[in-house]
């Protein structure tokens, strides 16, 4: 029975999760009171099961989402990234090394792209399809989605401890041959510069990490890991050693509607097949959310079950809104995206503006707009700003996405999802499949309405498919002009 301690405001969903006392996934729909059912599992443990706070240690995989819950925390316990959980292991295993951040594979990508050779150039533009010269190429945004797409590349092998053998070269093209000899050489050379200099990154931590677990003590009784949706084989493989050495118990939170981190090496197929790597697993979803309206979660729903490898289920809101997703199609992109915010700030101040690459932002503005780190000034108004990737978790009562067009850096963006990624490793998906959650991502961070603009002659798959839903669950649909 939960004591008076814990807060009324709990549903009878997640009281089960923090009731329950055994290896356990959690499915967390957007908005439905992750962080809040983690906090007071985490104080169930301890103020009911008597749990030392000391036998606690929480994972996640963002900083971001690590001091969100040490900021609700009631109790000093373990709470880390993966990354921070490795180095406290291998520091205490008395490994010496230096750290290579992200900083430094991208350096070396950088470095080989504007050196390499014009055989390798000419490759380049023909596999990405560039209409231009190479030095043109270099400044454009296919130049950074191309960079992306190594990065995604290399993460991806080394996340999912790949090796040449494993390459199914009947499968690729003469072209794509010739893309992945560059991609290895870059990697060689990354490697090389990371040995020289004595340094591991952030997947060698988790690796080394893992083999270093049994020499050391550990004495956690539970392992609660967020947004486990975001898991790859090698961080599956050190909680695997960390549970095998202390017989903890195993709580996983996260959503697969969310999985948008592909491209870190992130494997959903350990989120869809978790009760295969751990014993008598429960499965508890948080079907109630508490920020979209029952309007728009059913929107979003049906577009991103689309995917035909997600878990299906029914999310809950008592919040109704007559105008959930706004079309806004444009010709002018930066007189429009003023004439939206001017609509907008006269309802709220509350307005998220979202795009799908960092740089889509500078194509709508002028110098009525002043850019300082997340936020936009305009018209004495403070905006949010993001990219995607990084609202997740956050909210807004009104959200604007950036971008929406047919083209290769749109949304979809085309190049980081190149075919060449699913030929060479395992987990198949349908085509724009992660881009679909990051697109679910994007218009499920609206509190009230999510407006989306796109060029009016150019909308992208997405906007078609949206509409199509939006129509059927409505009977009609808004467009913002």
């Known amino acids: ?54 036998d606690i240690l929480v994972v996640s995989f963002t900083n971001a989402s690590v001091n969100d819950i040490s900021l609700k925390a009631s109790y000093s316990i373990d709470i880390v990234t993966f990354h921070k959980l490795a180095i406290k292991i291998l520091t205490q295993a008395n490994v010496s090394f230096g750290l290579a951040n992200d900083h430094f594979l991208s350096y070396i990508i950088n470095e080989s792209l504007h050196t390499c050779n014009a055989k390798d150039q000419k490759y380049i533009l023909k596999f990405l399809k560039f209409s231009g010269p190479y030095k043109k190429f270099v400044h454009s945004n ?146 109630n959310i508490y920020r979209n309206s029952q309007e728009l979660s059913n929107i979003a729903t049906k577009f991103i079950q689309k995917n035909p490898l997600q878990i299906n289920k029914k999310l809950i809101s008592a919040k109704h809104t007559k105008y959930p997703i706004i079309f806004a199609p444009y010709t002018n992109k930066i007189e429009h995206l003023k004439k939206v915010l001017n609509h907008l700030i006269n309802y709220t101040d509350d307005i998220m503006i979202l795009s ?29 700003y993001f990219t995607v990737h990084k609202s997740k978790g956050l909210e807004a009562n009104s959200v604007i996405v950036l971008n929406c067009n047919n083209n290769i850096v749109g949304f979809p963006n085309k190049i ?21 959650r990051l697109f679910y991502v994007a218009i499920t961070r609206a509190k009230e309405n999510t407006f989306l603009l796109y060029d009016k002659h150019n909308c992208s798959t997405f906007i078609k498919e949206i509409r199509k839903i939006a129509i059927k669950e409505l009977s009609k649909i808004t467009y913002f002009k």
């Not at 009171?33 to 000391?54: D, M, V």
């Open 356 to 384: 799908r690459n960092n740089n889509d932002i500078y194509e709508y503005i002028d110098e009525e707009f002043k850019i300082e780190q997340s936020i936009i000034s305009y018209h004495n108004i403070k905006i949010k």
């Open 142 to 287: 296919e130049f950074a989605s191309f960079k992306k797409f190594i990065i995604t590349f290399i993460n991806l092998w080394k996340a999912n401890d790949f090796n040449y053998s494993n390459i199914p070269l009947e499968k690729v093209t003469k072209l794509e041959r010739h893309i992945l000899i560059i991609i290895f050489n870059i990697f060689l050379n990354y490697i090389k510069e990371k040995n020289s200099q004595n340094k591991l990154d952030f997947d060698d931590l988790i690796k080394a990490a893992a083999e270093k677990v049994k020499e050391i003590k550990l004495n956690y009784k539970y392992i609660i890991i967020d947004e486990f949706q975001d898991t790859s084989l090698i961080r599956l493989k050190l909680i695997k050693e960390i549970y095998k050495h202390t017989n903890s118990h195993i709580i996983v939170v996260g959503d697969d509607y969310q999985s948008i981190y592909r491209f870190s090496g992130c494997n959903l197929n350990i989120f869809l097949n978790f009760s295969s790597f751990f014993p008598s697993v429960k499965t508890i979803v948080l079907k």
């Open 1 to 54: 029975m939960l004591k008076n301690y814990f807060p009324s405001q709990l549903d009878e969903y997640q009281k089960n999760a923090i009731i329950y006392d055994n290896n356990m996934l959690i499915i967390a729909g957007a908005g439905s009171g992750k962080t809040f059912t983690l906090i007071n599992k985490i104080n169930y443990l301890i103020e009911e099961q008597k749990i030392s706070p000391q």
């Open 416 to 436: 980081e999802n190149n075919s060449l990624i699913n030929k060479v490793f395992p987990f198949k998906e349908m085509k724009h499949a992660e881009e679909r």
